[in-house]
């Protein structure tokens, strides 16, 4: 995650935008096969609004788990409980796209998935259980490490659910002080219990930022 020195992550009010070659350069680092990311951050940064096409009584074979490219070796997984993106393709800058969904999810959207080349994957009814969901991700796909990506919110889910093993930080040189954005964690009302980390690395990186790999205890 990049934030600011408060703690937020919608970078549109920091004037230019943030240095994402050293979000590039210090992903990388990690022997990941997949990304992960919200529905709000795949719509904002990547799907540009796209609304999905659907075609009125379509309907899939089944309501199974769906794996389009069988010979895939990274990927972009999409967030998308209720089934509200749209798709140009089925793979972003060569990274096959998987989208975790509730059961919820109409049939037709399902169909459209399986037009567009989308894999998919249920994720539980109604609410998703993040558990489930990595297990299928390792399960279907060749997949051991994710990089998770935002928002906010999402973050704060896989970390109360005890899912997330280590945070890599950007601090970017600004502080941004605006209560309606995001921080890099929420939970929300019901939180669950602070999470201890241990720093494993801290490196200056050039325009200011700083990079900070923490361990989080316990996993």
Known sequence: MVASLDGRIITKRWGEKPNTKAYETTAATFDSQAWLCGRVTMETDFTDGLLPDLEPGTAPPDRHDFVADTGAASFAIAIDAHGKLGW???????????????????????????????????????????????????????????????????????????????????????????????????????????????????????DGIVWLRYAVVGR
Do not use: C, M
């Not at 393709?89 to 990274?95: N, T």
């Not at 602070?194 to 801290?202: D, E, G, M, N």
């Open 88 to 206: 140009e393709s089925a793979y972003i800058d060569g990274d096959h796209v998987v989208a975790v969904l509730s059961e919820q999810v109409s049939d037709e959207y399902l169909a459209y998935l399986r037009r567009q080349g989308v894999s998919y994957l249920f994720g539980g009814a109604p609410a998703l259980d993040f558990a489930l969901v990595l297990d299928k991700l390792g399960q279907l796909f060749p997949i051991k490490t994710i990089l998770l990506e935002g928002g906010g919110h999402l973050n704060g889910s896989l970390l109360k659910a005890g899912l997330v093993d280590e945070l890599s930080l950007l601090h970017y040189p600004v502080i941004d002080g605006a209560a309606s954005s995001a921080a890099v964690f929420e939970q929300g009302e019901q939180p669950g219990p602070p999470a201890q980390l241990q720093l494993k690395h801290i490196e200056q990186l050039p």
